[in-house]
């Protein structure tokens, strides 16, 4: 046999069901990227590395940021972030996802809980496979199941502090978190709200702060603002009270042992903050495509989530990779999503709003896929 063997036949499995992924290619109306304030392109953006480099910050880090790899740009980003999102430290990671796996697999220890909304990100599902604490799922956007675990969690002699994780903007939905009420929830308990802003940093809150905005300051709050997605540039900011940002510096292995992220990239960013705050013309405009597309979705009978992420469940994976396909060669980027990223019996396609459209590419889109719907359903 093939030492090979198991592996092609997993993934025949996964052509089977239809679940299995294939890089492709950017091609087509952007309706798929998180690219939400068409900043990737700015030219603002290139300026800045572009002087940047001019200044002579260097490409690479070349080391963990405990070793060589701590640049003034890094600094400078996190000295300017706090005021930005009126929080009292920040802390810049390479990735959103490390900057969630540092913070579940860290902070909780043994005899502390960590509650999670059932649909956060993966990258909290892999931290928890690291973390001391007990951990407990409750079901979506349910405040109330959150307080019924931390109870339970007391009644059988829990004594340490609860971590409540939630997406303040969910990633396939659209839909947002009761943040006020889960962070009142973790201030009641001596506990945190570790809240995920990825999809909500620079398009939602005052300034474009975040959904959780007006939380900031709280001792109990931990945010994390990814900054590859309405920034347009890469990384996350972990932004909350000090004495988190310090233990992560100390203890958190994805910031200990990884090297750090490009002192150009540490400069975009620092851009990209001045950008949101600049331009809040860019927000307006996304909002008002958001708003034209819940009223095209209503004509069409379909549910708007009142974000820019836009799902539409078709259920069966082939159906929705189908449309996805029959979408794409009709010119627009529209991707299926599947099983395990969504719940078995959900696959959809999601719709992603950027100003890298406008309103007649919605128009299309939606009219290319009501045309599909009402196909499959003669």
């Known amino acids: 046999m093939s030492r090979l063997a198991r592996f092609e036949a997993a993934l025949q499995g996964l052509e089977r069901r239809s679940r299995r992924r294939r890089l492709a290619p950017r091609q087509g109306k952007d309706f798929a990227s998180n690219d939400y304030l068409g900043l990737a392109e700015s030219p603002r953006l290139k300026a800045a590395i572009s002087d940047a480099l001019g200044r002579g910050v260097p490409v690479g880090a070349a080391g963990s940021r405990l070793l060589r790899g701590n640049h003034p740009e890094h600094e ?71 307080a019924d675990a931390i109870a339970a969690w007391r ?123 600049d331009e809040p013309e860019r927000r307006a405009r996304l909002h008002a495509l958001v708003g034209f597309a819940g ?27 189908a449309t996805a396909a029959r979408l794409q060669a009709a010119g627009f980027d529209c991707r299926a999503i599947r099983p395990p990223t969504v719940p078995e019996g959900t696959a959809r396609l999601r719709i992603s709003l950027t100003l890298n459209v406008d309103e007649s590419a919605v128009s299309a889109l939606l009219d290319a896929i009501a045309e599909g719907l009402m196909e499959a359903a003669a």
Do not use: W
């Open 155 to 277: 009644g059988r002699g829990g004594r340490g502090q609860p971590f409540i994780v939630a997406e303040s903007l969910y990633s396939m939905d659209g839909d947002r978190a009761p943040a006020a009420d889960l962070l009142g929830l973790a201030e009641t308990h001596d506990g945190f709200l570790i809240l995920d802003e990825a999809h909500a940093t620079g398009v939602f809150g005052a300034g474009g702060r975040g959904l959780g905005e007006a939380l900031e300051g709280s001792q109990a709050l931990i945010a994390v603002h990814t900054c590859g997605k309405a920034l347009g540039v890469s990384g996350a900011l972990v932004t909350g009270p000090a004495a988190i940002v310090d233990t992560l510096v100390n203890r958190a292995k994805p910031f200990v042992y990884a090297t750090a992220p490009s002192p150009l990239m540490a400069a975009a960013v620092r851009e990209a903050l001045r950008i949101v705050a």
């Open 295 to 321: 009223e095209r979705l209503a004509r069409l009978g379909l549910p708007a989530s009142g974000s820019q992420i836009q799902p539409v469940i078709l259920g069966q994976n082939a159906r929705a990779t």
């Open 76 to 146: 400078a980003l996190e000295a300017e972030a706090p005021g930005f999102f009126h929080a009292e430290r920040a802390l810049y990671l390479g990735a959103g996802y490390a900057a969630n796996v540092a913070l579940v697999s860290t902070l909780p220890q043994r005899g502390d809980l960590v509650v999670c909304d059932a649909l956060v990100h993966a990258s909290v599902h892999d931290g928890l496979r690291d973390a001391k604490a007990e951990v407990a799922f409750t079901p979506h956007n349910d405040a109330q199941a959150i």
